[in-house]
């Protein structure tokens, strides 16, 4: 009882020197003509966090408002007409709520291993990788593949049985508030370095492919949602003196489709593109990466929160891919072996036709530059119930759900080398 009483102690603590987010909303409005919908794309140039950005006519659109901002909001919607619900009364309440579980499960597993049913830092995360080092040296192994801003090392994670094989790449948390991607990822990679040689499907991926995790690819980020902002989506990179407000948004940061439809060039924005593409060192050490394997890499994964999606480019117009045919024939496999763990729906389709209009992401530029037929963002739970602020409860499930869907998207893919 005093260890779970110290932690709760903790919650209070540390939630004094964060971000206060007591009363922050997240409203939702479904624009039904295109007045509305071009008044909110054009929210997306001022700081307004969007959880759900404005897509299409008759698509939800969900953003946070702060208190004392909602009266003011609610008249610019009511002048285009726009009605709007409450999704969420009270951020911060939610977020004080997810403290409090991660600490208790602490307490509660304190001295046992490592927790995969939670969330955790990004030390705790390079200190697991430092293990799986340690524990599997002939499978696996640790790269540091470059330096943020705040000097933080950006660690992959490489799982082979052999050299020069086909190559599946994983970017993770590239928005630093999505917190279950970089924990979907580890759990992951776990399956992959302790099952190998004891389960056969497993054994055979490993045999057949080289993995490759970077299983937080925006570290500074990552470390202020936990010890500062737990809403922060972008980089930590300070912009110019006088621009009021710092952060790139890495996921708009790629060559490909660079400052088009789906991007700002607003640095307050949440998805400011930064002053060129590639500006960014998380950006360049992806880059680096991907033209030091060589053409090696046959499957590339970008995983983000939230929607429920499994998507391919483009992000940046509504073209298809020349390859889309087989694209979306083998994605269509992984989403029905998701579904059929809990029946958990997902959408699938490009991402410029589905979810939004998003340029110069990763998932664009590893299939356009770098030659990735199999380059997918998929968009894990939820769909707008808990959105960034998905329970610990929930981590095993989705792990679960996206790990089945993507073992069934290996094997076809398999057959193709």
């Not at 949602?225 to 407000?245: A, Q, Y």
């Not at 660079?258 to 640095?267: E, H, K, L, Q, V």
Request: contains cysteine.
């Amino acid at each position: 009882m005093k260890t779970v009483l110290a932690a709760l102690m903790l919650v209070a603590a540390v939630a004094a020197a964060k971000v206060d987010y007591a009363g922050h909303m997240v409203i939702r409005t479904t624009p039904t003509n295109d007045v509305q919908l071009n008044l909110l794309r054009r929210m997306q140039d001022t700081a307004i966090d969007f959880w759900q950005a404005p897509t299409f006519v008759g698509r939800a659109v969900d953003f946070r408002v702060e208190p004392q901002s909602y009266s003011e909001m609610a008249r610019t919607l009511d002048a285009v007409h726009l009605t709007h619900d409450i999704l969420h009364s009270d951020i911060g309440q939610m977020i004080d709520n997810e403290q409090q579980q991660i600490l208790l499960r602490r307490a509660l597993r304190a001295g046992k291993a490592f927790d995969f049913e939670n969330y955790h830092t990004y030390e705790e995360i390079v200190g697991l990788v430092d293990q799986w080092v340690m524990d599997k040296p002939g499978l696996v192994s640790k790269s540091v593949i470059g330096t943020t801003y705040e000097r933080r090392d950006i660690v992959m994670t490489t799982i082979r049985s052999g050299l020069n094989k086909p190559v599946f790449f994983f970017d993770c948390g590239i928005h630093a508030r999505e917190w279950i991607s970089p924990a979907t990822c580890i759990w992951i990679m776990n399956e992959l370095i302790y099952k190998y040689g004891n389960d056969a499907e497993i054994t055979s991926f490993v045999d057949a492919f080289e993995w490759k995790f970077i299983p937080s690819i925006n570290p500074d980020g990552f470390a202020y949602t936990w010890s500062t902002g737990r809403l922060w989506r972008k980089n930590r990179n300070p912009l110019p003196l006088g621009t009021p407000c710092d952060g790139v948004d890495i996921n708009r940061n790629f060559a490909v489709g660079f400052g088009g439809s789906g991007a700002s060039g607003s640095t307050c924005s949440e998805i400011y593109y930064g002053k060129g593409a590639f500006s960014e060192l998380e950006s360049q050490a992806v880059r680096d990466v991907l033209a030091s394997l060589q053409g090696r890499v046959k499957a590339a994964i970008s995983m983000h929160s939230f929607s429920q999606l499994w998507l391919a480019p483009y992000g940046y117009n509504t073209q298809y891919p020349s390859n889309y045919t087989e694209m979306y024939r083998v994605m269509e496999i992984g989403v029905n072996a998701l579904t059929a763990t809990y029946g958990t729906v997902y959408e699938y389709g490009t991402t410029g036709t589905l979810l939004y209009f998003a340029s110069g992401v990763t998932t664009d530029y590893y299939y356009d530059a770098a030659q990735i037929v199999y380059s997918y963002t998929i968009e894990v739970r939820d769909t707008g119930v808990y959105g960034f602020e998905l329970p610990p409860d929930q981590i095993l499930p989705t792990a679960t759900e996206t790990w089945n869907g993507l073992k069934a998207f290996t094997a076809e893919i398999m057959k193709t080398l």
